[in-house]
């Protein structure tokens, strides 16, 4: 019925291919690109810290209570955590049937209830984030200086380069490996401060009190008021150095007399290299929907932009590009295509010897291929190395069909029909059987 309603209206028939093609060369352009087909395991990472505490503590009376009551969720496939020095991370993924929404919540009240068995010095409650393991990075950028310490390096690409990375299009977060943020280091010397009688809770309080940042109070006069700070301006070893500590008959006790004060890092054991040169290593990752090559093209093209923004001496080089390997493989995999196409086409003509029964697969094919790019984008699907694999197979399919046709309508023509009679009659004949076919 369709197939005869194409040959008498050859004009809509036109028409109809034109439409087909324009959606597909449309639909193209808004597929996202990427090497396998997204599949999202709904994956949840918990994250709970608990500063000075050793591994051993943290996996026993942290990780172990919550992940005691994570057991009791529903639709678990695997449950992982480790523990490092205060910090423990949770990894839960969920069955493919289950909502990531759904098990979000499910979690969420399981920490809370976990939350009454965690120690009290947990000033901080457990957080969790909804994570796609599939995801990794799509770009590494390595920040690195000569001149600049490696936590002024690290303050730029925290706060300026990473902060406006995550607000491009398609950006999900912007990770940060090997940070080095910058803190005043305080070595205590057990002896000296024996000898003064100063326990480390005398230390830490009066560090705490310097560090606040509260008010102490306030002068109020007619026509302007003033309020105390006694915090430190600026965490700085120097400042910390000067500071009171106790007063023991009647004179203070300065930080530097009992313990070394030094500039320097968090956590001086995490480091990242590239070229054998310390680095502050970015790590983009993309939204779910996202284009990965837009992505990374988005960033790129923001490169110079961002090197404008920092000092002559910081360097931003790319350490990994995920988008050049899929570049390479889709290329290779539409080069392929082509290939099959015209190779198809050829053969199809060698064998007819017939310019007239030739064009008719020579066009179908490209028109088909086209037109699923149309039906991909509705399906929510991406091009990547199964789907243009798919495409290259189907050309066979598609071949095959145009073929029969053609045949059946030719046998028509021998036996004496009019061209159009044959090509209505001949396509009503085998119109079901090039559907089961395909």
């Not at 401060?193 to 007619?222: E, F, M, V």
């Amino acid at each position: 019925m369709f197939a005869e309603l194409c040959i008498r209206r050859p004009v809509l028939t036109t028409l109809m291919m034109l439409s087909l093609i324009v959606s597909g060369l449309f639909a193209y352009r808004l597929l996202p690109v990427a090497a396998l087909p997204r599949v999202d395991f709904p994956t949840i990472n918990i994250t709970a810290t608990l500063p000075g505490a050793s591994p051993e503590t943290m996996a026993s009376a942290v990780a172990t209570p919550i992940e005691r009551q994570l057991s009791t969720i529903s639709g678990i496939t695997s449950l992982t955590s480790s523990s490092t020095q205060g910090s423990t991370s949770i990894t839960i993924q969920f069955d493919l049937s289950r909502s990531i929404d759904a098990a979000a919540l499910d979690v969420q009240s399981a920490l809370s209830v976990a939350q009454r068995q965690l120690p009290d010095e947990m000033t901080t409650p457990p957080s969790f984030r909804k994570v796609n393991p599939a995801d990794a990075p799509v770009i590494l950028l390595a920040i690195s200086s000569d001149t600049l310490p490696l936590s002024s390096v690290n303050e730029y690409a925290d706060t300026i380069i990473g902060q406006q990375i995550s607000q491009l299009p398609g950006v999900a977060q912007v990770q940060i490996y090997g940070t080095q943020k910058y803190a005043v280091r305080i070595r205590v010397d057990p002896a000296a401060a024996a000898t003064r009688n100063i326990s480390a809770s005398d230390i830490q309080s009066a560090i705490q009190a310097a560090a606040s940042n509260t008010p102490i109070g306030q002068l109020s006069g007619p026509k302007q008021s003033i309020t105390i700070d006694m915090g430190i301006p600026k965490a700085d070893a120097d400042v910390y150095r000067r500071l009171v500590v106790a007063w023991r008959n009647g004179a203070p006790v300065r930080l530097d007399e009992i313990a070394r004060i030094t500039n320097g890092v968090e956590n001086e054991r995490i480091a990242s290299w590239f070229n054998d040169e310390r680095s502050i290593v970015l790590a983009v990752v993309r939204q779910p929907e996202a284009n990965t090559v837009a992505v990374v093209d988005e960033v790129r093209g923001h490169l110079a932009q961002y090197r404008a923004q920092l000092p002559a001496s910081v360097n931003i080089q790319v350490l990994n590009d995920r988008s050049v390997s899929i570049r390479d493989a889709v290329a290779d995999v539409q080069k392929t295509l082509m290939e099959a196409i015209v190779l198809v086409v050829l053969v199809i003509f060698l064998f007819l010897r017939n310019v007239r029964a030739t064009i008719i697969p020579a066009l179908a094919l490209p028109i088909s291929i086209i037109a699923t790019f149309a039906a991909m984008w509705v399906l929510n699907f991406s091009i990547n190395n199964m789907t243009l694999l798919a495409l290259t197979l189907c050309v066979g399919f598609v071949v095959d069909d145009a073929i029969v046709v053609l045949e059946n309508i030719y046998r028509h023509i021998e036996n004496g029909m009019k061209p159009f009679a044959a090509a209505i009659l001949g396509a009503r004949e085998i119109g079901f059987t090039i559907i089961s076919m395909t």
